[in-house]
Structures are given as C-alpha cells and as structure tokens.
C-alpha cells in the first residue's frame, strides 16, 4: 500500500508539546517507557504462544535490543514480540483511546514541576520518545502475519505521522530515533546501560547491547604476522540487564533501591512509595504478591471509567493488567503484581470474577495493605499516615461501605476533622476521640455539612460546645453514606446532632416559671400555625445558646444534605 499521511488527535497533538517541556529534565525516562512496552509485546507474545505455538516463528528467545549510531545519531530499539498489525498502529499510537486524556489536559496547570509530575502518573508511554527524538520511525509486524504485511509509522512529532506497508522477515517492533540537536548524550554505551540498569533492570526479558569482543584469529599460520597488529575485535550482543522478575527474587537480594524502580516503572510515577509489601506464600495457595502504595494520589482517582487493579502474571507468564479482581475498588491506587501458581494459563477476567484461588488472594493483600496502614497510623512519626490520609482519605472512607469485612479496622484508620481543633485537616481518628469523651456521654457525635465551613459555624454545635463535648465535623460527599453505614466504633453509636434529640442537653432544664412555661407554649403553637406542614414539629430546645432557632431531621429522616445529594443525582 502507497504511503499515507495521518493526522492525530488534537489531545495527542497537546500532550506530546507538554510532555516534551514537562519531562525536559527527565527525559531518559523514554527508554524506560520504549523498553516497558516491548516487554510488554514479549509478555504478549508469550501468552499467545501457549496456544498457538507457530507464532514463535521459529525463535524461540524472546528479547530486546538496543543500538546506537553515533553518525546518524539514531537509538533503535528492538523487539522480537507480538508485533501490531496496521490498525493496531493507528488505534495504539494515533490515537489515545485513554478517556481520561482529556481531564489529564484539564488539570495541568503550566508550572512545570506540578506537571511534569501529573505526566508521570498518566503514563508518558510511547509519545515520550519524542522528548529526545525529533523524528520517530517504528516498523512492526504482528506475528504469524506475512513477512509483507508489515507497517511502517513515521512521525516528526508535530501533528502529523504516515503510514506504509513495509517488508519485515522478523516479527515485532523496532523503534528508530532520530535524537533531536543537544541529545548526543544519548550515544554513549555507558549512558543507555546505565538507564537501563537503573530503571529496567528487573524487566523479565533480556536487553542486549553489542559489545566489542576480542577474537581470536582462526589462521594460526600468519600468527606471526597478526602479532604486530591490534588484536581483532567482533561486535557481538550482551545481556546488560539481570532479567530476572524482580518479584521472584528472595527479599533479601533486593534493595530499596530495586524496589523504587521497579515501582516506577510499573506506575510511571516519579516519586518512591509510601509503602512496599512482597509476600511469597506457599502452603494450599501458592502465589508471590508485590504491592506498592503510591505517595500520592493519581490525577484521575476518581474517574469512574479508571483502569485499576493489579498485573496478574501466572507462573511467571503475563496474564493481564488491570485485574481488577484482585484489589476492592476502595484500593484502586494500590499498585502491584500478583504471580499465581494455582490459576490456568488461560485465565480470562470472567473467571477471575468469581474464582476461589482469586478471592483467596484478594482478601489476604486486603489485609496486609490494611495491617501496614494500621501499622503507620500506629507510628511515632504519624505524618506517614496522615500524608497517605491526606492523598487517600476520601477513597478510604468507600471502604467502610463496600468492604463489610473489614469495617472494624478500617474505621480505626478514618481521620475527620472536629470541633477539638476546628482545623478543616482530617486528624481526628475515632480512638482519639473516643479517649476525649465526657463521663456520661452516650455517643459520638457529629455533624454533616456542605463544607467545613459551614460545620464549623452551625448553630447546631452551640449546646454541645457549652458543655464541652466534642463533634466530628463531616463534610466530604461520601460522608452521609459512611456514617450510614458505620453506626458504631468500640461499643459507641455515631450519631448525628442535627437529627433527633440530643440526651446529654436534656438536663439543661433549668426551673421555669409557669408564665415562662406559658409564653413558651404559646410560641411553639404561632410558630406551629405559621409554618403549618412545612415541619413536622416545633420544640423548644436546649442545643442552642446564641441562635434563636435551628431545623433538625427527625431521627430515622433524611438530612437536608442527604436530600441535596439526591436531587443532584436526579432521584
Ligand atoms: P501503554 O503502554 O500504557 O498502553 P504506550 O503509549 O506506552 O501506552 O503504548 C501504547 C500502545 O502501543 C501499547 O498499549 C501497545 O498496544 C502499543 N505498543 C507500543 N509499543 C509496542 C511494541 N514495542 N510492540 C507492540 N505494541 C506496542
Ligand atoms: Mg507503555
């Protein structure tokens, strides 16, 4: 086919202009990225060789190469996986099927600290090459296809790329890049190796890069003649990664240092984890478990349509990403591998749905992420946890509603904000103010509001703050439902001031006269008359100290705030 020129999508067309000054002083993370997806076409190709063992094409070593040219000032790196057929080009890198591109170019704000760091949680991917590159060419064949049906995609990065049908005898992708005035940093063996042992050391595959080799000479009659000469030399292909999955590795051979990277590489996030959790677990289940929680929180957390979950590999062989299976929606920003043993190679998501090895392994990582948390909330240094509060707290307080199980000790883990301080930074955990409460007082206390603002300044607090007794202040979306759900914490009922009576202000009472009583008496029956079945009662409370007069739900009733909420989403 002649030679077609497309053009991208406008969000690609702005993403790939930002990415390139965001990630100027990261920019050898391209080949952390390039180097991700063809281990990403080997794991591919792999798994569909299981079934179809023709696509192997004969070669049975599956690799990665890379090469540079200083004279031309090109990098090209190689694969021998999976390869893309001509549509796939078009749909994978013309394209960003990505629904949340468009939020992503929302949300970033111009400074180049702050976005190159939302880039690293989006994922650079492909597009990253043209931070060095100023122009790319990739050739690729899907494998099992012809050896003349194989695409070329070339592109200047601007707005524009082509595409032609090439001839390819080896299945795969190779990229060339066309490194930009400035990059020659780049052609250099010490620099690429070093990249590549700092970010993809760990990448299960082996990346090669030619070395020179001494040769030995093969005519040993002209031995004298060659000695006066430079002994000769071959380039020949070396393996300068590990190439082991790092997951598989007994913790003890691995650092911190491993750990970060492969985290990184992972999540393409820039930052070290808050937390690393690697568990091998042998017995009637057998899988190695790898989770990370991230520092901070992705740009798109709340994006219904997010990806999450976990990579599920089994017996080393990569099944899937995003199995959403393994990790409860409340932990979507939990990242990380699970390798099973126990699970069939063809494992599709419909099984995992309802599959008992998988519910096994969820819960098990459910309780050792939530053990870890509550192990940092326990800390000295509380900042951890209130610094993973900080960037999680809202998704958090989803698990108190979908995970049943759990609800005990993550109510332990709920930070609010409250009336102890006023601050509107969630600090308050349920013990600390558990361990605040008055002799006699019957409940905890709290208070739902459209903002903390408005918590903090209810007339509703005013008895309660007379008497000194504390109330959460609640004024996150999903804090109706969370308290809708989680009515006790150690034998305490959480309820609400602005609903029902409140028992610790019923001893206010002081001695009324009977005129008092009278002219009360008659107030509440004006008052009665006047608003008619717009309330359902009037009475004289004692929660008020400088109000005239307040509205209360009556127990069991909706909150105005709850009603709001269901207007919005048009009950
Ligand atoms: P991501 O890897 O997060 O999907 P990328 O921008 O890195 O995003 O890559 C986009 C897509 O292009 C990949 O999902 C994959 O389908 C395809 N792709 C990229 N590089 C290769 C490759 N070397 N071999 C096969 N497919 C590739
Ligand atoms: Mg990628």
């Avoid at 931070?131 to 296809?145: N, S, Y």
């Avoid at 030995?216 to 990664?241: F, G, Y």
């Avoid at 107030?523 to 007069?549: F, I």
Wanted: charged share 25%; with cysteine.
């Amino acid at each position: 086919m002649q030679k077609e020129t497309h053009v991208f999508q406008t969000e690609v067309k702005q993403l790939l202009q930002l990415m390139i000054h965001a990630l100027y002083s990261n920019k050898e993370i391209f080949l952390r990225e390039l180097v991700s997806n063809a281990s990403d076409a080997l794991d591919k190709l792999r798994f569909e060789m299981v079934s179809d063992d023709q696509l192997s094409e004969g070669e049975s070593a599956l690799k990665i190469q890379l090469e540079f040219d200083e004279a031309a000032k090109t990098i090209t790196l190689r694969d021998n996986g999976t390869g893309m057929t001509r549509d796939e080009v078009i749909e994978n890198i013309g394209t960003i099927a990505n629904s949340g591109t468009k939020k992503f170019l929302e949300k970033l704000t111009g400074d180049q600290a702050k976005d190159s760091h939302l880039i690293g949680q989006f994922g650079v991917g492909f597009y990253s090459a043209f931070i060095v590159a100023d122009q790319v060419t990739l050739r690729t064949r899907k494998a099992g296809l012809a050896v003349d049906q194989a695409v070329e995609w070339q592109s200047k990065g601007d707005g524009e790329f082509t595409l032609e049908t090439i001839e390819k005898p080896t299945k795969g992708t190779e990229i060339v890049l066309q490194l930009k005035d400035g990059m020659d940093e780049f052609l250099s063996a010490y620099r690429l190796k070093n990249i590549i042992t700092t970010y993809s050391d760990h990448i299960s595959f082996p990346i090669e890069m030619l070395e020179e080799e001494p040769v030995a000479s093969a005519d040993t009659a002209n031995a004298e003649e060659t000695e006066q000469q430079a002994p000769k030399t071959a380039l020949v292909w070396k393996q300068i990664n590990k190439a082991t999955a790092l997951w598989t590795q007994p913790k003890s051979e691995i650092s911190d240092e491993d750990y970060a990277n492969f985290y990184q590489t992972l999540s393409h996030d820039f930052e070290k984890p808050l937390a690393t959790l690697h568990n091998k677990v042998e017995g009637t289940s057998e899988y190695t478990s790898l989770l990370y929680v991230p520092a901070k929180a992705p740009f798109d957390l709340f994006d219904r349509d997010r990806r999450y979950g976990l990579k599920l590999y089994v017996k080393r062989v990569f099944i899937m990403d995003d199995a959403e299976h393994l990790m409860p929606n409340y932990l979507r920003f939990v990242r990380g591998v699970i390798d099973s043993n126990d699970l069939p190679l063809n494992v599709s998501r419909e099984i995992l749905q309802s599959n008992h090895v998988v519910d096994k392994i969820r819960s098990a990582s459910v309780k050792r992420i939530l053990d870890h948390l509550v192990k940092l909330a326990k800390d000295e240094d509380s900042t951890v946890y209130q610094g993973f509060w900080d960037a999680f707290g809202q998704v958090m307080k989803e698990g108190i509603i979908e995970d049943y199980a759990n609800r005990e000790k993550l109510a332990g883990l709920m930070r609010f904000s409250s009336t102890h301080s006023g601050d509107a930074k969630q600090m308050v955990s349920l013990s600390d103010y558990v361990g605040r409460m008055k002799d006699g007082q019957q409940a905890i206390y709290y208070l739902i509001a459209d903002s903390h603002a408005a918590a903090l300044g209810s007339p509703h607090l005013e008895g309660l703050r007379k008497k000194g007794i504390e109330v959460l202040l609640l004024s996150d979306r999903i804090d109706e439902w969370l308290v809708a759900h989680l009515t006790e914490f150690e034998g305490k009922s959480l309820k609400s001031i602005n609903q029902g009576d409140i028992a610790e202000l019923a001893d206010e009472e002081a001695p009324v006269t009977e005129e008092e009583q009278q002219a009360r008496t008659s107030l509440v029956e004006k008052l009665q008359q006047a608003l008619g079945d717009k309330v359902a009662d009037v009475k004289v409370t004692h929660r008020l100290t400088d109000s005239p007069a307040c509205v209360v739900a009556q127990e069991g009733a909706m909150t105005p705030h709850m009603i709001r909420l269901m207007e919005q989403m048009g009950q």
